[in-house]
């Protein structure tokens, strides 16, 4: 029972603050509820992505075998104090001839739709802000609206670079929304509901104790939560997929006019959509809130969600920190042609796998119709290059 | 008051007869398309409305033909904006005032 | 079924509409057509069909309106605003606007209250959608596939 004091600790203090309200009708309680949900939400999440900035400063620096900030505060994590100061007193310029309403308002939408998308994914057991009927194609239809105010941004600042960033933002992001939404139908096909409760709830068998019936434990899963990954990856336009606001090339692509807090918001926004993209691949694949092994439910759902999560964002900063950029056309070309029909397989594998009820035969035919795929896929695609060693030719 | 079917009809007429205005009044090309997406988004509104205040809420034909009718939507705006672009490289010009000759 | 939202929706909704019709900047028309889209969406949520605003949301405002924008930013000339407004379009259209409203007004069987309905789920649009709408779900797929042929055909470069 105090195991699920600790796992309820949340509900039972928003129930306490909602008792402090006595007689209230019925759409105030509801309202707020939501306030409550909203203010816990953004709480955690501004906490975790101050957290997450200097951790990621850090990180980088110990991969580039240097010291990451470590003057602010023990060790440096007071660091986002001070970067927050500076954002607040900086001054803000907005160009002479910039559209003033566009270019205010693109940064608040796109932070916006990056905080509404957290609001279905489940934290915890009962833990989920909005649970509606339609969680995951909510979570789709808010982040499309991104690649919108991509556009307003780099519009509104009248500027070459940015149009020309906002257009490489919008193409890349669009280009890998397709892989991103496909991977996610073999597991709604699986679990016959889009709520993501649901898709947790239809994650928690153990078998013997020891191997949780996670999605991304069966071959389908697996390819599908590798797809996933990779796509978020170049959502949040992320290294290796920063194209859009790679510095040594366009500037900074469509958020070059933008300085002070508009800047720091849209840095928000990227790792709020870090966040959310996370937060959904912890909740289709990996299981959601749940232990890995039946003994340790005693810990709470929430500290194994958020557990998985930094997992996942640690995994984010070790790729940017290893690997160099792809070009514009390497992006495009991968997007198309591999992810796009390993994406599709991964829907017939899990449809086999399910159709077989899940025996042996099922988790065999469907290994093999992705191994036979992701084969095919590479010899066709295969460049053919040979790589030598470099020749120099220096100026006589 | 709630609000009942006459009030949604009611702004479903004036959402369709915005989106002829914009549709009627306006030179520019895309000013036309945006019309017609009005206008589609107007008969979607009333198919929906005539789906909940009817009789037999378990026949979901209307909330159905809506959501064909956005796809449809969809693949027209897509290939009507294709042809304003192809027409733009070729005459330089949306004005539809300016498209009067079959010659190329 | 809230009075206060229905107004609410129908006041953005409707500006909306109205502003994407007549702002002579192009660009400005495009994005209130997206404050439409999703004034829209709010009216499918108002009337239970959550799904079908999801869908709005997802379609026009992420993909018509990226069209819209796009094909703004292809075929800019250096003077952005559309100079012309045509007043017989006005005309027409406020007296089409005018007998719809006396044809709906004039039908009393239509003022009838929202009668309380169960909640539309997405399994039971999924069933309809594979077992009595099966069909046009195929034709839909074939019409988006030759769509999408079509427009990437029209936008090719002539080969001169």
């Not at chain 1, 975790?48 to 505060?73: C, D, H, M, T």
């Not at chain 1, 070059?256 to 790792?271: C, H, P």
């Not at chain 1, 691949?281 to 809130?289: E, M, R």
């Not at chain 3, 709906?104 to 399994?123: C, E, G």
């Amino acid at each position: 029972m105090s195991g699920d004091f600790v796992d309820q600790i949340f509900i039972r203090a928003k129930q306490l603050l909602l008792s402090l309200l006595p007689g209230a009708p019925d759409w105030l309680l509801e309202i707020a509820s939501s306030v409550i949900n909203i203010a816990a939400l953004l709480g955690a999440f501004l906490t975790l992505f101050a957290l997450i900035s200097v951790l990621e400063r850090k990180i980088l620096a110990r991969i580039q075998n240097r010291y990451g900030p470590n003057r602010v505060g023990p060790y440096g994590l007071l660091q986002p104090v001070a970067d927050g100061i500076k954002m607040l007193i900086k001054e803000d310029i907005v160009p002479m001839r910039a559209d003033k309403l566009l270019h205010f308002l693109a940064p608040i939408m796109i932070a916006a739709t990056a905080i509404l998308a957290l609001g279905v994914i489940p934290y915890g057991r009962n833990m989920t802000p909005f649970a509606i009927d339609g969680g995951i194609l909510f979570f789709f239809a808010v982040g499309s609206t991104t690649e919108l105010a991509v556009f307003m941004a780099g519009w509104g600042s009248n500027n070459k670079f940015s149009m020309l960033g906002a257009m490489r933002a919008i193409a890349q992001m669009i280009s890998y929304e397709l892989p991103l939404i496909i991977t996610t139908l073999p597991v709604v096909m699986v679990v016959g509901s889009l709520s993501p409760d649901s898709i947790v709830a239809a994650q928690s068998n153990y078998s013997l104790g020891l191997v949780p019936h996670w999605f991304v434990l069966t071959p389908w899963g697996a390819a599908a939560f590798m797809l996933f990954f990779v796509s978020g990856l170049v959502e949040s336009n992320r290294t290796p997929f920063d194209v859009p606001e790679g510095e040594s090339e366009i500037v900074a692509g469509h958020m070059t006019e933008y300085s002070g807090f508009k800047y720091a918001t849209f840095f928000m926004a990227e790792y709020f959509g870090m966040f959310a993209v996370s937060g959904l691949a912890v909740t289709l694949f990996l299981g959601g809130w749940h232990a890995p092994i039946s003994a340790l439910q005693i810990i709470p759902s929430y500290v194994w969600f958020f557990a998985k999560l930094s997992a996942l964002l640690f995994v984010y900063i070790w790729i940017r920190g290893t690997l160099p950029r792809t070009r514009i056309d390497q992006i495009m070309n991968f997007a198309w042609k591999f992810m796009l029909p390993m994406a599709f397989t991964c829907i017939i594998a899990a449809a086999v796998w399910h159709y077989e009820g899940r025996r042996l035969a099922g988790w065999l035919w469907s290994f093999g119709l992705i191994a036979v795929v992701h084969f095919g896929l590479s010899r066709l695609l295969d460049t053919g290059k040979k790589f030598a060693p470099r020749t120099y030719r220096f100026a006589e | 008051m709630t609000p009942t079917l006459t009030s949604f009809l009611a702004v479903s007429a004036a959402l369709f007869c915005t989106g002829l205005l914009a549709a009627l009044s306006r030179r520019h090309a895309i000013f036309i398309l945006i019309g017609i997406e009005l206008m589609l988004a107007a008969a979607n509104l009333n198919f929906v409305a005539f789906w909940r205040f009817g009789p037999e809420p378990q026949q979901i034909t209307g909330v159905m033909v809506a959501i064909f009718s956005i796809a449809i939507a969809a693949a027209e705006a897509a290939v009507g904006l294709a042809l304003v672009i192809a027409v733009y490289r070729h005459y330089r010009t949306t004005s539809v005032d300016k498209l009067d000759q079959l010659k190329g | 079924m809230s009075a206060v939202a229905f107004v609410l929706i129908s006041i953005l909704t409707l500006a909306g509409a109205l502003a994407a019709a007549t702002l002579p900047r192009l660009i400005h028309a495009a994005l209130s057509l997206v404050v439409t889209f999703l004034g829209m969406a709010a009216f499918f949520f108002l009337l239970g069909a959550e799904f079908v605003g999801l869908v709005q949301v997802f379609v026009y405002v992420g993909a018509v309106a990226v069209l819209i924008v796009f094909t703004i930013l292809l075929t800019r000339r250096d003077i952005e605003k559309d100079r012309g407004f045509n007043w017989s379009g006005a005309v027409i259209a406020i007296a089409v606007f005018t007998g719809l409203i006396w044809a709906i007004l004039r039908t009393p069987t239509l003022a009838m209250v929202a009668p309380q309905i169960p909640p539309l789920t997405v399994r039971r649009i999924g069933e309809v959608l594979m077992t009595g709408f099966v069909w046009p779900l195929q034709c839909v797929g074939l019409l988006l596939t030759a769509a999408l042929i079509g427009a990437l055909i029209l936008v090719r470069e002539e080969k001169r």
